[in-house]
C-alpha cells in the first residue's frame, strides 16, 4: 500500500430480526447463532422477539454487540466435535444477566462481569432481555496469555475489580470507535486489548484455590504435560523426576484439574477429535489415531472418547467429512456475513 492509499475500513456487519417478516424472524436468528450455539427464544415474534447484532471483524478477532430478548443458549458436546469450534468468547452484560441451567448452584453472569466461554467446552444457559458485547477470539491468541487456559471455561469474574473494569471500559470504547478506526489502526489495538483481557482472567484466580507459588508451579507443570502430550514416556513419575516434585506436591496440584491422568487423558482426547477433523489425519485409521494419542486398544480409545465428546471417534470423522456450511438465509440476512466470520475465527 501506498503512503497515500486510504487504509481500508473494518468490515462490518449489521443482523436485525425486525427487518424480517415476522415468520422468519426466529428461523433466522437460530440459524445464524447456530455457528455458536443452539438457541431457543423464550419470546414469540407476537410477544417481542428479537435479535440485533452489530459485529466488526479485524483479522482474527471479532467484536460484537448483541441486543435481544431473553433465550436459552446451548453447546453440546454433540456440538462441539461436529463444528470444531476452538476459541473463546470473552462476554460482558451491559444489562441482563446469564446463568447456568441444570445443577442446584446456578451461576450468574451479572451486569458488568467478565463471562468467560471456552468454545471447546459445554454450556447450557439462560438468560434475560440483554445487552452484551463479546470479543470472539481463536484459541491460539489467547491461550499462551492465559496461566489456565483449559480451566477459564464459564468463569464469572467480578464486576468490581479493578482489571475487569480496566477491560471493560476499553472493550466499550473500542466498540463505539469501530465506525471512526480503520483496518490497521484496529489490528493495532488487538494484541495490547488481548494483553489487558488476560490481565483481568489471570487476576482473579481465587476459585482455583492456589497459592501464587502453586499457580506458577501449576503453569509450568501444564506446558511441560502440553509440548510432551503425545510422547508415550509422559507420565506421573517422568513429571515428577523432571520438576523435581513430590508425589504428594503433584497430586495437590493436579487435584482442581481432576488430578494427573484425567487431565492428561482429556487433552489427549481432545487432540484426538482435532486430529480426526482434521484432513491432514484422514489417510489415517480411527485405531492409528487412537495409538497415537496414547490409547492402543481401539476399545478403550472409543469409550473414552463418546465419554469425553458424547459421540464415536467415527461419528466424529463422519460429521466432520460430511461438511458443513452455512443456512443460505442467514448467509443472505447478514451484509458482510458476520456469522461466516465468527465460523472462521473458530477454527
Known sequence: MSADSPDPKLLRSHFDTRALPAHLAQQAWTEAIGVLFDSRPRKTVEEGFFAEVDAAFMGDVALGRLRSTAQDFDRSRYKIARDGMDGYLLQFYLSGRSATRGGSNAEVAGEGDLYVIDMAQPLATTTTDLDQ????????LLSARLESPDASHMRIIPAGLPLVTLFRESLRSFHGQIDNMSRREAEAVIHPLLDLAAAAV?????????TGVNLA????????????????????????????????KAYRLFEPVGGFSTYVNRRRLQRALQALRSVDSRHLSISEIGLAH????????SRAFRREHGLSP???????????????LAEKLSEKGWAKWIEDIGR
Open 133 to 140: 458485547i463479546s470479543l470472539v477470539v481463536p484459541r491460539r
Open 202 to 210: 489471570n487476576g482473579h484466580v481465587d476459585e482455583r484455590n492456589m
Open 217 to 248: 508451579h501449576f503453569v509450568g507443570l501444564r506446558r511441560h504435560v502440553e509440548a510432551n502430550l503425545l510422547d508415550p514416556d509422559l507420565t506421573l513419575d517422568s513429571l515428577l523426576a523432571t520438576f523435581g516434585l513430590s508425589r504428594r
Open 294 to 301: 496414547g490409547f492402543p486398544n481401539p476399545e478403550n480409545f
Open 314 to 328: 467415527r461419528e466424529a470423522r463422519q460429521l466432520a467429512g460430511s461438511g458443513r456450511s452455512l443456512p443460505e
